[in-house]
């Protein structure tokens, strides 16, 4: 699988879900590749940590945010590894439009702020004009993330409008505001790597990981 987590709104929490099912991923024995689409390195970043503090397995990341050498390198290495897992930069990029083509599943953290729930809109566009050119159409679905702890009515809402929009499938397996998320991300780790594990955020990740690699 080709996987891109993307969004034209930063902040919605994107480097840290595909830091997560990347490492998930990897500690479930599959061989992963974690491509940096970001100028901003994150993921990267993140990954060179996990390798300083040596911990295994080992997750191969790489940074391609130019779109002919994203579109060119995924297309060479996508039957090296069994899934790809590819963190869009948070705007509307070429590297973003060339993932939107190259992969099967796209993955759009959003949080539950109206200002990143009306963002759907702009990139149910982006889905729509990369359908035109593919030869069949980009697996879209919508992930609740940084969501408030309890229930609230933001959450609700914001879930509600998610699931209006045609073009995204909402997957109502959210990811809620934890610490621990942030905490284990910045060391490219997965929360469930923690020596100190925050059961419901390893509960979170895992019911979203098998929703996308079990069942899609």
């Not at 505001?177 to 929360?191: D, P």
Request: glycine letters at 6%; a negative charge; one cysteine or more.
């Amino acid at each position: 699988m080709i996987l891109t987590v993307g969004n034209t709104k930063g902040g919605v929490g994107k480097t840290t879900v595909s830091l997560q099912l990347s490492t998930l991923a990897a500690v479930s024995g599959l061989d992963v590749l974690l491509i940096d689409a970001d100028t901003q390195g994150t993921s990267q970043s993140a990954i060179q940590a996990r390798h300083e503090l040596g911990i295994s397995p080992a997750i191969t990341c790489v940074k391609y945010d130019d779109a002919q050498v994203l579109k060119a390198q995924v297309l060479q290495l996508a039957k090296k590894y069994d899934h790809i897992i590819i963190d869009a930069g948070g705007r509307d990029t070429g590297a973003l439009r060339a993932a939107l083509m190259l992969s099967s599943v796209l993955i759009t953290p959003f949080a539950p702020r109206s200002f990143d729930v009306w963002a759907m809109e702009d990139m149910a566009k982006l889905v729509r004009e990369a359908n035109q050119w593919r030869e069949s159409d980009l697996k879209a679905f919508a992930v609740l993330n940084l969501a408030d702890a309890t229930e609230t009515s933001d959450n609700l809402e914001s879930a509600e409008f998610a699931q209006s929009i045609d073009s995204f499938e909402y997957l109502d397996t959210p990811l809620r505001r934890r610490k621990a998320f942030s905490n284990s991300s910045c060391e490219g780790l997965s929360v469930c790597e923690m020596k100190a594990k925050d059961a419901k955020a390893c509960s979170e990740i895992q019911a979203l990981y098998k929703k996308i690699f079990g069942e899609l």
